[in-house]
């Protein structure tokens, strides 16, 4: 059980909010981010569950029984040869939804629970919404996620599965998130963007990488790069365990989008710090093709300050990663393949490192797109 006390503070002001109400930006409109000092005990943690709840004293969830889980984490940790170099990868398609999105979504749902609320609201084109889909269902908490027209239908159907009222809006994604942003107004928004417990789920995936390796950190972790919901978890995660004295140095964040839809690298390489809202081609990689991600700013001075780089990746280095990937017995995501793509980049100037990567989500959830591709 968790005693220190979790705050929201206010990214632009440093304001500081309460977290026992419900609530997603500053009073002036501002991303929060959440002050909370994580705690480690390494020879509890040892003896628990392998689920990412044996974290408990990192985890700002103040009453067990509010919390709603389905044993997830502790993915395994494979080492795998990229034509002739090697990497550690997360197993991270073996989610019970088939991504990683129920790192957030397990902690964000427990405080649902926690704050007694009844009803969430969340936008999205895929995975969070799956997920947030499924905790949900698992709480007994109704849900609404709103969709974008072009929404991928096996990922539809999964969310209908977990009893989800779905909520299409004739538009793209902006359109889509305008709506949520209208029925945030008085149901509580289960943002994946927004809401700063959700990076509080994620962040567990740089603690079981640490425990993996003996609770050292890795020299680099290539990562992918969308809204960031993995590398900004990945960033306070690493950043814990740094505070807590328990790894010596940061690993260099290695961020990975795609070429045609790429804002992020595009700031990068201008060596701009603000990262404005791109135009955007159509690619495989759909999971990450974000325009104008709210957090861009954030994650850009997150890799800068590991020393980390960012990588785009085109569609045939995609199609060529999700190929090779199959080839050795794992079926993931064409999504998932634009980060290994990343990686076989990284990988060809790197010497002697220690690296970490994952296969974010499962293949099984775009049978359409991949039956495509393989003609
Ligand atoms: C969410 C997700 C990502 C990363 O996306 P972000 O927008 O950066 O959070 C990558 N791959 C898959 C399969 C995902 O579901």
Same mark, same amino acid.
């Given at each position: 059980m968790s005693s220190n006390k979790a705050q929201f503070i206010s990214t632009a002001t440093g304001e500081k909010y309460p977290v026992n109400e419900p609530r997603?930006?500053?009073?002036?409109g501002n991303l929060l981010d959440l002050q909370f000092e994580a705690e480690f005990d390494l020879e509890k943690i040892k003896n628990?569950?392998?689920?990412?709840?044996?974290y408990r004293e990192a985890?700002?969830?103040?009453?067990?029984?509010h919390i709603i889980s389905f044993d997830e984490g502790f993915t395994p940790l494979l080492p795998i040869d990229f034509n002739g170099k090697q990497a550690l990868i997360k197993q991270?398609?073996?989610?019970s939804t088939g991504s990683y999105k129920d790192r957030g979504a397990t902690v964000l749902l427990s405080l649902v629970k926690e704050l007694g609320i009844r009803e969430v609201i969340q936008d999205s084109s895929g995975n969070a919404g799956c997920a947030i889909a499924a905790y949900a269902a698992k709480a007994g908490i109704n849900c609404a996620i709103y969709l974008p027209a072009d929404t991928a239908e096996p990922k539809i159907a999964q969310m209908r599965m977990y009893g989800a009222k779905i909520m299409r809006v004739p538009g793209n994604r902006e359109v889509t998130a305008n709506a949520a942003f209208k029925a945030a107004s008085h149901t509580f928004y289960a943002s994946h963007c927004y809401n700063p417990y959700f990076y509080q789920g994620t962040k567990t995936f740089a603690y079981e990488v640490c425990e993996q390796l003996g609770w050292k950190a890795p020299d680099a972790v290539v990562v992918p790069a969308g809204n960031g919901t993995l590398l900004i978890g990945c960033f306070i995660g690493f950043n814990d365990l740094l505070k807590a004295g328990i790894i010596s140095k940061m690993p260099k964040i290695i961020a990975i989008q795609a070429g045609n839809c790429s804002p992020l690298y595009q700031a990068y390489i201008k060596g701009e710090n603000i990262v404005e809202p791109v135009a955007s081609g159509p690619t495989?990689?759909? #999971?990450?093709?974000?325009?104008?991600?709210?957090?861009g700013n954030q994650m850009l001075k997150m890799v800068e300050a590991t020393k980390g780089k960012f990588f785009a990746v085109n569609e045939q280095e995609i199609k060529e990663s999700l190929l090779y990937c199959g080839k050795k017995g794992y079926y993931i995501e064409p999504t998932s393949a634009a980060t290994i793509a990343g990686l076989q980049k990284y990988l060809k100037e790197s010497d002697d490192e220690t690296v970490v990567s994952l296969f974010? #989500?499962?293949?099984l959830k775009s049978t359409d797109k991949i039956l495509k591709i393989l003609g």
């Amino acid at each position: 059980m968790s005693s220190n006390k979790a705050q929201f503070i206010s990214t632009a002001t440093g304001e500081k909010y309460p977290v026992n109400e419900p609530r997603w930006l500053s009073n002036d409109g501002n991303l929060l981010d959440l002050q909370f000092e994580a705690e480690f005990d390494l020879e509890k943690i040892k003896n628990r569950k392998p689920n990412l709840w044996r974290y408990r004293e990192a985890i700002p969830i103040v009453n067990n029984e509010h919390i709603i889980s389905f044993d997830e984490g502790f993915t395994p940790l494979l080492p795998i040869d990229f034509n002739g170099k090697q990497a550690l990868i997360k197993q991270e398609q073996n989610f019970s939804t088939g991504s990683y999105k129920d790192r957030g979504a397990t902690v964000l749902l427990s405080l649902v629970k926690e704050l007694g609320i009844r009803e969430v609201i969340q936008d999205s084109s895929g995975n969070a919404g799956c997920a947030i889909a499924a905790y949900a269902a698992k709480a007994g908490i109704n849900c609404a996620i709103y969709l974008p027209a072009d929404t991928a239908e096996p990922k539809i159907a999964q969310m209908r599965m977990y009893g989800a009222k779905i909520m299409r809006v004739p538009g793209n994604r902006e359109v889509t998130a305008n709506a949520a942003f209208k029925a945030a107004s008085h149901t509580f928004y289960a943002s994946h963007c927004y809401n700063p417990y959700f990076y509080q789920g994620t962040k567990t995936f740089a603690y079981e990488v640490c425990e993996q390796l003996g609770w050292k950190a890795p020299d680099a972790v290539v990562v992918p790069a969308g809204n960031g919901t993995l590398l900004i978890g990945c960033f306070i995660g690493f950043n814990d365990l740094l505070k807590a004295g328990i790894i010596s140095k940061m690993p260099k964040i290695i961020a990975i989008q795609a070429g045609n839809c790429s804002p992020l690298y595009q700031a990068y390489i201008k060596g701009e710090n603000i990262v404005e809202p791109v135009a955007s081609g159509p690619t495989l990689a759909e #999971g990450i093709a974000i325009a104008a991600p709210v957090r861009g700013n954030q994650m850009l001075k997150m890799v800068e300050a590991t020393k980390g780089k960012f990588f785009a990746v085109n569609e045939q280095e995609i199609k060529e990663s999700l190929l090779y990937c199959g080839k050795k017995g794992y079926y993931i995501e064409p999504t998932s393949a634009a980060t290994i793509a990343g990686l076989q980049k990284y990988l060809k100037e790197s010497d002697d490192e220690t690296v970490v990567s994952l296969f974010s #989500g499962h293949g099984l959830k775009s049978t359409d797109k991949i039956l495509k591709i393989l003609g």
